[in-house]
Nanobody
């Protein structure tokens, strides 16, 4: 079972990026999927989540209105569209999965410790 994140890069303030998280090894229909990020010297923080089964979503305050999480079942992939990027969005972004858990639960908990599966991160750098 693997999660593979990609799509990071360097952009200027106000730019956009779309991160992808390709899931393999099993069906993720019973999972909630989430994006976290970790900036240097800071704890890993919740960004957004989606319930695979019903597309319900949940966002952190920092992501609400700028970020959109979605999933493509045919490709077994979760996306994070990030718009209006700010320097404070600079971080390594990770995708993660947690079985039998809704986006709302993951978002309300906001904790990385409960996630079952992690992918390797992808670096996002926003410069002014």
């Amino acid at each position: 079972v693997q999660l593979q994140a990609s799509g990071g890069g360097s952009v200027q303030v106000g730019g956009s990026l779309r991160l992808s998280c390709a899931a393999s090894g099993r069906s993720f229909s019973d999972y909630g999927m989430a994006w976290f990020r970790q900036a240097p010297g800071k704890e890993r923080e919740f960004v957004a989540a989606i319930t695979w089964k019903n597309d319900n979503t949940y966002y952190s305050d920092s992501g609400e209105g700028r970020f959109t999480i979605s999933r493509d079942s045919a490709k077994n992939t979760v996306y994070l569209q990030m718009n209006a990027l700010k320097p404070e969005d600079t971080a390594v972004y990770y995708c993660a999965a947690r079985i039998f858990t809704s986006a709302q639960t993951m978002g309300a908990e906001g904790s990385a410790s409960g996630m079952d599966i992690w992918g390797k991160g992808t670096q996002v750098t926003v410069s002014s």
